[in-house]
């Protein structure tokens, strides 16, 4: 299985501030039709987790522009350009390109 | 916009089976690939497989020798079986469209 690894494990952030998040796959995540199928979640308190980026830098419908993903190969970043207080909760990285579909072990955002 | 509601059986003994079904409003079953995933503590999120609306499955290897997926266009509906259940799988279990958007969860607890 493909294992991602995310880092920082949490981050606390200032309302405004930016913020990064990195996930790295153990393969590249590059699929044989051209797609990079590496995607991002929000998963706020009591909540299930929510679509964020998909095919590594689309942002999914509703998800606000202040959130863009990046990368390739195996080497993938979610940035924040200003930590807003309803981005607080666990984010996760999930690969689709090879299967089973694998997930990141999550990165804890709170608000400094 | 579709909705997914998912329902099933939240405590069961070791050995029982655990049955979900997931309801889609707003849309149609046919025509898209419908998922199941979990969260635990323990694990983090694990997808555990997925169907078409043509019924073909591809169930996570972890899984493989005790997960059933089945659709009811029909009812337009989808379903989750699996069997010999034990406290390992005391989880939130999520259904999903794809892998964009998920229903909201349904506790499941194995004890005897």
């Known amino acids: 299985d493909i294992v991602m690894t995310q880092t920082p494990p949490s981050l606390s952030v200032t309302l405004g501030q930016p913020a990064s998040i990195s996930c790295k796959s153990s393969?590249?995540?590059?699929?044989?039709?051209?797609?990079?199928?590496f995607f991002w979640y929000l998963q706020r308190p009591g909540q299930a987790p929510q679509l964020l980026i998909y095919e590594v830098s689309s942002r999914f419908s509703g998800a606000p522009d202040r959130f863009s993903g990046s990368g390739s190969g195996t080497d993938f970043t979610l940035k924040i350009s200003r930590v807003e207080a309803e981005d607080i909760g666990l984010y996760y990285c999930m690969q689709g390109t090879h299967l089973p579909i694998t997930f990141g072990q999550g990165t804890r955002l709170d608000i400094k | 916009q579709v909705q997914l509601q998912q329902w099933g059986a939240g405590l069961l003994k070791p050995s029982e089976t655990l049955s979900l079904t997931c309801a889609v409003y707003g849309g149609s079953v046919s025509g898209r690939s419908w998922s199941w995933i979990r969260q635990s503590p323990e694990k983090g999120l694990e997808w555990i497989g997925d169907i078409s609306y043509s019924d073909i499955t591809t169930y996570n290897p972890s899984f493989k020798s005790r997960v059933a997926m089945s659709v009811d266009t029909s009812k337009n509906h989808f379903s989750l079986n699996l069997t010999s259940v034990t406290a390992a799988d005391t989880a939130m279990y999520y259904c999903?469209?794809?892998?964009?958007?998920w229903g909201q969860g349904v506790l499941v607890t194995v004890s005897s």
């Open positions: 999903a469209r794809g892998v964009q958007q």
């Open positions: 393969q590249s995540l590059l699929h044989s039709d051209g797609k990079t199928y």
